[in-house]
């Protein structure tokens, strides 16, 4: 059976009222304030923590700043792809930064794997190459569907205009035009 893994930290800190605690976020900022400093600065707010919670605490908050700024890169990154490239197709530039962002958390497990068993890593992994497999069936599928309507398109064309062989074959060279234009890939 699976070991449960905690995931919430209930400590003295995460019971502070919100202005202590602002003002306690505020002296974290501040690199100059020790955790020690800090520490007695809470105890004189009659807080009794000792540095080591002060210590945790922040260190629990900079891996939550670094994950919001990680994802805010990547979203900047998936945006300006789009930006540069309005053809890019934006759900396949949301995967690669998504499969990039798995496949550097897989290659640093040694830290994550309390937080992300590899398993798990590896399933996503997977998900994201089926979504890929799957994205190429679509296309496969729509060329296809595509392929019919221009035959169809060009039958009854030619149907309609049977009596003037010259005409045919000009309708025919502009259809084969057209579907190689949108039948091509970029």
Known sequence: MAERRRTRISSKITQLPDDIKEQLDALLLDTSNSYKDIAAWLKSEGYNISKSAVGRYAIRANQA??????TLERTKAIAAAVEKNPDID?????????MDGLMQRVSTAEEDFAEMPLDKAGRLIA??????VYEQKVKRDYKSKMELAFEALEDELTKAIKADPQLTKELHAVLQKARERILTDD
């Not at 700043?65 to 990680?70: P, S």
């Open 65 to 70: 700043a670094q994950r919001v700024a990680e």
């Open 90 to 98: 934006f759900t396949k530039a949301s995967r690669m930064v998504l």
């Open 127 to 132: 998900s994201l190459a089926r979504v890929g």
